[in-house]
């Protein structure tokens, strides 16, 4: 990707690039979802250990490649792809955050030949025992954001001071993302969100609407950063 790039496009895994949360139907089929999902809501569990009981949880035999198999039978929007390459071929950098996991992610993207899309996750650990322990190559202490693998950091380690920034969401791991981007495409929780706390975007059913918008405003250069998020960039900067 061309380094001298100022636009960078960051997106969202579960929910978004999939239809379904892969991580959250995993763990409702092999292990037990509630009441941990609704405790992690209500602020009654913080992320880190949410992930760790729902690792806990899941059945004897559960493997990396059950995970795999049933990744690769979830649906995808197929407008994802297109808008990946759009990207590649414009030398716009594009990256996925999410609060995800290595182990279904990656299979996806390579269902997709998307494999060079840098993922920025979570990751499973498979013991020679068959216990499964999440890892946090991604973690911050110094941001408070919704997620174990902290989407505001990664994305700061990826652009330049005077980046604009896309952000593509639509939950509440993707609250702190939003906020320090300029150009947000939100559904679901995200869009509510924004919505609440004024915050600019375009709200977006699939990929295609993402696709269509950025396509006829990145030709006409109809792209600016967005000052509150420059500033909480900055800030970000400075506590890193």
């Known amino acids: 990707m061309d380094k001298k ?14 239809y379904k ?16 999902n609704s405790q992690l809501k209500n602020r009654e569990i913080d992320i880190k250990d949410y992930w760790r009981i729902l690792c806990s949880s899941l059945k004897s035999g559960t ?12 649906d995808i929007d197929p407008w994802f792809a297109k808008l990946a390459n759009y990207c590649k071929d414009n ?9 995800g996991f290595e182990s279904y992610i990656k299979p996806v993207l390579d269902k997709l030949e998307l494999s060079w899309i840098p993922v920025f996750c979570n990751k499973l650990i498979f013991n020679d025992d ?3 322990e999440p890892f946090y190559p991604y973690a911050s202490e110094s ?46 929780n995200l869009a509510a969100y924004c919505t609440e706390n004024k915050i600019p975007h375009y709200n977006f059913s ?16 109809q792209l600016k950063t967005r000052n509150q ?5 900055n800030k970000a900067y400075e506590t890193e």
């Open 5 to 18: 790039s100022k636009l960078y496009v960051f997106s969202d895994f579960d929910g978004t690039v999939t």
């Open 21 to 36: 949360d892969i991580g959250d139907e995993i763990f409702k089929e092999y292990g037990q979802f509630e009441p941990f």
């Open 63 to 74: 493997s990396e490649q059950t995970i795999i198999d049933y990744s690769l039978s979830v």
């Open 91 to 99: 030398n716009i950098p594009i990256s996925v955050l999410s609060d």
């Open 130 to 132: 068959g216990s499964i």
């Open 143 to 188: 941001c408070d954001c919704f997620c174990a693998s902290c989407k505001r950091n990664s994305m700061l380690s990826q652009i330049p001071v005077d980046a604009i920034v896309v952000f593509i969401g639509d939950g509440y791991s993707d609250y702190c993302a939003a906020e320090h981007s300029d150009i947000i495409f939100a559904k679901k």
């Open 206 to 221: 699939n990929f295609f609407d993402v696709y269509r918008i950025l396509t006829e405003i990145i030709p006409k250069k």
């Open 229 to 233: 998020a420059k500033q909480l960039r």
